[in-house]
């Protein structure tokens, strides 16, 4: 958690570097919430020009990029100005990826049960514990007597 | 919204026009409610003869087609009548371009909070409103003052 | 239902061997409570080195497997019980395929509505029917009378 699908057009997000920049500003979307960075992780998948179709049709216009993005550790409550909020995160982190560059883009987020989420075979510890801490400061899955 | 994933067998849907058919047909599922034909974004995955395992083994008999959906925009009532009415829809819509073509095919649909959404930085008109008909009307995201 | 995806490390899981055994582990976690095996598809995605990005760098000590996990047919009960058998019973069937291969892994499970599933056009008969019998025996998608 969380686990962003980076669906890109061939011909993008080629170099390193982007997709080092982009994956950084995602990844700080969650470390600011106190989360450990190996939590973030960005699959990229690259679509050829005929596997991408909107609206029945090729875009021809502008690039576009669709993120799907999935939410484990944190769950919103059901609030508006929460979900908000979280979505006007997400779109200041993908601002300077996206519409800078004059692509066009779209996000959606779906959010699963922590429970059934595991990590080399770990329950991730609870969200704000100490033993989240400890993860945070080492930036992997540290065994830990379960149950804590 | 909705994103659709299709996993298809290599040497299926390569030609162009049977992607278009099918997407087209897609398409109309979501447009015959009222929704701008650019929401509907299918992106078609290509899985090699090694890549999609069925019950533990390779499917050797028919080609088989599997679907993933993503519902946002609008979410049904908790209604067995609505989910199967919604369920045949897709499949009226799926029936030429695989039961006809004698594949084999599976599909899902996953409903996702569309306070979690949203399309080139603005979040998306409600169903049904004047906005979203702006947005239908020019087929594209249509900058507006948000809380309309 | 389920529909598992791997997404693995170009290099990895590359012997039909390895796909084989790990998908029939896969697909007893399910045909253990009854379900017909070709309910259960899981499909490979690979990686490339530039592709999966952790924390906003790339991954360099240990190979990473990161499952997506659809539960379509049989949802859990709001239950931290239930909820951590089927953790453990995944992890059960995970550890020869990763955990004893020096990889690191991650999992999660979404869940879906079943009332928005459907396969070769049917409805899936319901968890433990008579008519479910007859789909494990045959092993597809055997139409019958719907509503039974």
Known sequence: MPLWLVFYPEGHFQDTAARKALTQDITKIYTDIG????????????????????????????????FVIEHIAVNLPDDDIAMDRTARRIDQALKPHVADKGYDWEFHVDETDRRLWKVNGLVPPKFGSEQEKVWVKENRAVPYPEGL
Do not use: C, E, H, S
């Not at 450990?36 to 990029?65: C, E, H, L, R, S």
């Open 35 to 66: 989360l450990p960075p190996f939590y973030v992780v960005v699959n990229f998948i690259q679509m050829g020009p005929q596997d991408m179709w909107i609206g029945g049709a090729q875009k021809t216009d502008k690039p576009f990029v669709r």
